[in-house]
């Protein structure tokens, strides 16, 4: 089962289109996540994601999502750490699953704005304390905003509120970030989380929050590649690394045309 899940992954003025997308200012799709932190984009009726994250330590994590309806999305991911190199894999115990449904499209006034849940975290799991690295968003609710600013400029913040709390920090979470447009087919994008759910604890956070910078590449129709630096304010206390370097793949396709 675990095979078939991870097979089946592999100034300024407004603008009335709603985010640049998956990347640059010619992206037709929105983003539905900058790095780790969520925001209101969606996927329209008929569109399917395949998503691919890699992390250090060999992890990897594959995702799927599906405009089922207008304004709502489904998905599933699967993945574990050591998944690439050498020895044995570890498994996540479960699957992450994902649901979001956008109550206000963006209008010349006003954001959007989307609810959701998302159980996939990131990286390494911590059994003793039931969390991943990079703890999943869990509850939330995202804004967004897109200007036109040489290009395009975006705005999002979101709040969430994690299930995996056991480690003792169970407080809601902020993060904030911003996209923007290089061209026709590129972006660099930015995000802070505030890790006020991350930050109480011994073992992992050191109050620092979590600064991560991107780019993102739309490569083909539909097809966009990423690269992320996290942890910039080096915060994680269980990691002696400055920052992460990661990559992510992602194809978004209609499935009616």
Same mark, same amino acid.
């Given at each position: 089962?675990?095979?078939?899940?991870?097979?089946?992954?592999?100034?300024?003025?407004?603008?009335?289109?709603? +985010?640049?997308?998956?990347?640059?200012?010619?992206?037709?799709?929105?983003?539905?996540?900058?790095? !780790?932190?969520?925001?209101?984009?969606?996927?329209?009726?008929?569109?399917?994601?395949?998503? +691919?994250?890699?992390?250090?330590?060999?992890?990897?994590?594959?995702?799927?999502?599906?405009?089922?309806?207008?304004?709502?999305?489904?998905?599933?991911?699967?993945?574990?750490?050591?998944?690439?190199?050498?020895?044995?894999?570890?498994?996540?115990?479960?699957?992450?699953?994902?649901?979001?449904?956008?109550?206000?499209?963006?209008?010349?006034?006003?954001?959007?704005?989307?609810?959701?849940?998302?159980?996939?975290?990131?990286?390494?799991?911590? !059994?003793?304390?039931?969390?991943?690295?990079?703890?999943?968003?869990?509850?939330?609710?995202?804004?967004?905003?897109?200007?036109?600013?040489?290009?395009?400029? +975006?705005?999002?913040?979101?709040?969430?509120?994690?299930?995996?709390?056991?480690?003792?920090?169970?407080?809601? !979470?902020?993060?904030?970030?911003?996209?923007?447009?290089?061209?026709?087919?590129?972006?660099?994008?930015?995000?802070? !989380?505030?890790?006020?759910?991350?930050?109480?604890?011994?073992?992992?956070?050191?109050?620092?929050?979590?600064?991560?910078?991107?780019?993102?590449?739309?490569?083909?129709?539909?097809?966009?590649?990423?690269?992320?630096?996290?942890?910039?304010?080096?915060?994680?206390?269980? +990691?002696?690394?400055?920052?992460?370097?990661?990559?992510?793949?992602?194809?978004?396709?209609?499935?009616?045309?």
């Amino acid at each position: 089962m675990k095979k078939i899940i991870l097979l089946c992954m592999c100034l300024l003025f407004t603008s009335n289109s709603f +985010s640049q997308g998956t990347a640059g200012e010619s992206a037709k799709y929105e983003n539905r996540t900058l790095i !780790d932190m969520m925001t209101a984009g969606i996927l329209e009726k008929g569109l399917v994601g395949a998503t +691919s994250d890699i992390l250090p330590g060999g992890s990897f994590i594959g995702k799927i999502e599906v405009g089922v309806f207008d304004n709502i999305n489904f998905g599933i991911s699967y993945g574990g750490s050591n998944i690439i190199g050498a020895g044995s894999p570890g498994w996540y115990k479960y699957p992450g699953v994902n649901l979001r449904f956008r109550i206000f499209n963006e209008s010349f006034v006003m954001p959007a704005l989307t609810f959701g849940f998302e159980s996939q975290g990131k990286g390494l799991y911590f !059994d003793s304390s039931g969390r991943y690295a990079i703890k999943s968003p869990g509850f939330f609710g995202a804004v967004s905003k897109n200007f036109a600013c040489l290009g395009f400029l +975006s705005l999002h913040g979101t709040l969430n509120y994690t299930l995996e709390n056991r480690d003792g920090d169970n407080y809601i !979470d902020l993060n904030v970030g911003v996209e923007k447009t290089i061209g026709p087919s590129l972006s660099i994008i930015g995000e802070y !989380d505030f890790a006020l759910n991350d930050n109480n604890t011994q073992y992992f956070g050191k109050g620092n929050g979590y600064l991560n910078m991107g780019l993102r590449w739309v490569m083909g129709e539909g097809f966009t590649l990423g690269f992320d630096l996290r942890d910039l304010l080096n915060n994680k206390k269980w +990691s002696p690394t400055t920052a992460d370097r990661s990559i992510k793949i992602e194809y978004i396709k209609n499935i009616f045309k």
